[in-house]
């Protein structure tokens, strides 16, 4: 329950940032915009455009802080043994695996640590041997096959096989998202391949969470302890030099201190040299976990551990 808040959260927060972007575009492009911002709300933060009878072709769209991905796709039941004359091949040992993707960027992103500009691309993938898949991103549309002159980066993944069935169907959804950063994993049957989209966008964020803020108080609305939480985290986690991170992690505290946000608190602190005060809130933290899921043994152990390590590091420090 708590982490399907905490995704819950995440994906309101982001659809709200969003919004704040937009208030140069045109009446037309925010309507459509906002749509494309909700439409991310369904389960598994996807969703799929027509029914497959009716309409082979899908769109899932997915907001990732203030940006948009887009993914789309012909609904197709994945053979891995496709190979469309129509394409050239990767290399005599690389098997194309399904019809290619075009994605979408609305900004300069990361894939897999590696840059990616703005813009449109096919991503093709495929099968290399029987358990990695390379995946390749081209410019253009996917119509015309992959041609390797057009590609602009190229990824090797190594395939994960879920408990879960995903039906024979080809399927995109997002997963793990944070303000800037998700997982994008394509799937089908048993079969996952993911990688990690982050984008650089940090600043752009950061104003948006204030004006955020601004425009709730100035409504009179209240701000909750999880957007407080998330606000500081992401500071914290993207080493912004802000004085805004510590006191808004104060006042997620002052309205429900949990094992949560006093994990943040701990982790502000020891970056400050606090050691002893930075141990002293793990040890709540500790207390806390301990009663509320005594039976979450690797959390006990991750704070036991933290707690340790700034022993260590306080005395050798003193």
Not at 59 to 68: A, Y
Not at 113 to 140: H, M, P, R
Request: hydrophobic share 35%; charged share 20%.
């Amino acid at each position: 329950m708590k982490n399907m808040k905490k995704v819950l959260s995440i994906l309101s927060l982001s659809i709200i940032l969003f919004a704040c972007n937009t208030k140069e575009r045109s009446k037309r492009n925010l309507q459509k915009e906002t749509a494309d911002s909700l439409f991310t709300a369904s389960y598994y933060l996807n969703s799929r455009l027509g029914l497959p009878n009716e309409a082979p072709f899908s769109e899932v769209k997915g907001m990732i802080g203030v940006d948009l991905v887009t993914f789309s796709f012909n609904s197709v039941k994945v053979n891995r043994s496709f190979n469309p004359k129509s394409s050239k091949t990767l290399n005599q040992n690389a098997t194309l695996v399904y019809p290619a993707i075009n994605f979408t960027t609305s900004s300069d992103c990361f894939i897999n640590d590696n840059k990616l500009l703005a813009g449109s691309y096919s991503l093709f993938t495929f099968q290399e041997n029987d358990s990695t898949y390379i995946l390749a991103f081209t410019i253009g549309t996917p119509k015309h096959g992959y041609d390797s002159s057009k590609s602009v980066l190229k990824i090797r993944r190594n395939s994960i096989k879920s408990d879960k069935d995903y039906g024979n169907d080809l399927n995109v959804f997002l997963s793990d998202r944070t303000l800037n950063s998700g997982i994008a994993n394509i799937v089908w049957n048993n079969f996952k391949i993911d990688f990690a989209i982050k984008f650089l966008n940090a600043d752009k964020i950061l104003t948006s969470i204030k004006d955020y803020f601004k425009q709730k108080q100035e409504n009179q609305g209240t701000i909750t302890w999880d957007e407080y939480y998330e606000a500081s985290k992401f500071c914290f986690d993207n080493s912004l030099t802000t004085t805004m991170g510590e006191p808004w992690i104060d006042s997620s505290i002052a309205i429900n201190r949990n094992a949560t946000n006093l994990t943040v608190k701990a982790k502000y602190l020891a970056s400050n040299k606090n050691y002893m005060d930075a141990i002293n809130i793990y040890s709540e933290v500790y207390k806390l976990i301990e009663k509320e899921t005594p039976n979450n043994q690797l959390a006990l152990s991750t704070i036991k551990q933290q707690i340790e390590g700034l022993k260590k590091y306080s005395n050798i420090r003193n």
